[in-house]
């Protein structure tokens, strides 16, 4: 009976050995996402471009990476106010656009009638380093600024050099750890107001949730999380606490994926509720719904809009 092992134990011990030996190939890491898209998945369910009044957006495509677009908002603009109910006055935009998509190459310019001028650009310089910029330029003084970055991604591991008007210097790094965890950190100069700052991120993603903490010494703490039900259902939560001006903000929201129509809302921790529908009527063409109430400030926006192309 001294050989005698009872039934199931070999099974125990080869899954234990096998847990055991499973190890990190730090050779054949993962190539995690830009440190400024650390919170991408989050902001996706719980950040949709809410907007007020009504939105026709119109994109005419000339060749296959040629394209002209117009769009018209009518509703109100918020004033900068001493009180606490919000004050808005009736405003319209038109604004024209181009855009130029390549593989390698990406230029979008927008004019409004307001006389602002916005410009991005994307290129590809080789298979490891992009380019990124954007301005907007600006009548009024001292409200026009650009913003070029250098982006490298490397086979684990990504990095940006950020140069900016009024000698704004940034860098950042995100390496991945294991298979699932990458961490990262950024430094900032802002010469023309000699501020400086430095942050760390962290990033936890599996198949079914993506987790993601980040601390500055600006005072900013922001984690999130989100929960993939299933390939059309998101959950998602995030909390941001400033240590400087002692702000929390906390929410919950959801991310519903349906055949013809994708519907995002969220709720916050100050009771304002939101929710965005996106309904496809047709092919190129889509209509879209906006709500967000804010009972503690009164302030109720709705909007609607047709996209087409």
């Known amino acids: 009976m001294a050989g005698f092992v009872p039934a199931g134990t070999t099974t125990i011990h080869n899954d234990e050995k096998s847990k055991t030996d499973e190890k990190v190939d730090y050779t054949n890491l993962p ?51 001493q009180s606490s109910e919000t004050i808005k006055i009736p405003t319209a935009h038109y604004e024209f656009g181009a855009n ?83 961490l990262g950190g950024e430094i900032f100069w802002a010469g023309q107001h000699r501020k400086s ?34 390939e059309k259902v998101s959950l998602a939560s995030d909390f941001m606490y400033n240590y400087m001006s002692r702000d929390v903000t906390a929410s919950v929201g959801y991310d519903y994926i349906l055949r013809q129509c994708r519907l995002r809302g969220k709720i916050d921790s100050n009771g304002c509720t939101a929710a965005f529908l996106e309904e496809r009527l047709n092919m190129g063409l889509n209509f879209v719904l906006s709500a967000e109430l804010d009972h503690k400030k009164k302030d109720y926006k709705f909007g609607f809009g047709l996209t087409v192309g």
């Open 31 to 81: 190539c995690p996402i830009p440190y400024e898209e650390l919170h991408r998945e989050a902001l996706m369910s719980l950040k949709p471009e809410l907007f007020e009044g009504l939105r026709f957006d119109f994109t005419k495509g000339l060749n296959p990476k040629f394209s002209l677009s117009h769009s018209v908002l009518m509703g109100p603009t918020e004033i900068p106010s």
């Open 100 to 182: 130029f998509i390549d593989p390698k190459l990406m230029l979008i310019g927008r004019v409004l009638t307001d006389g602002r001028l916005n410009a991005r650009v994307k290129w590809d310089l080789t298979d490891t380093l992009t380019l990124k910029a954007n301005a907007q330029l600006t009548n009024e003084p001292h409200m026009s600024h650009g913003m070029v970055n250098f982006d490298y991604k490397g086979k684990d591991y990504r990095s940006q050099l950020q140069l900016g008007n009024g000698a704004l210097l940034g860098a950042s790094y995100i390496q991945s750890v294991t298979s699932y965890l990458s």
């Open 197 to 230: 700052g430095i942050g760390y991120g962290a990033r936890y993603e599996t198949d079914k949730m993506v987790g993601t903490a980040q601390v500055a010494s600006t005072g900013m703490v922001a984690l999130s999380y989100v929960q993939k039900v299933s």
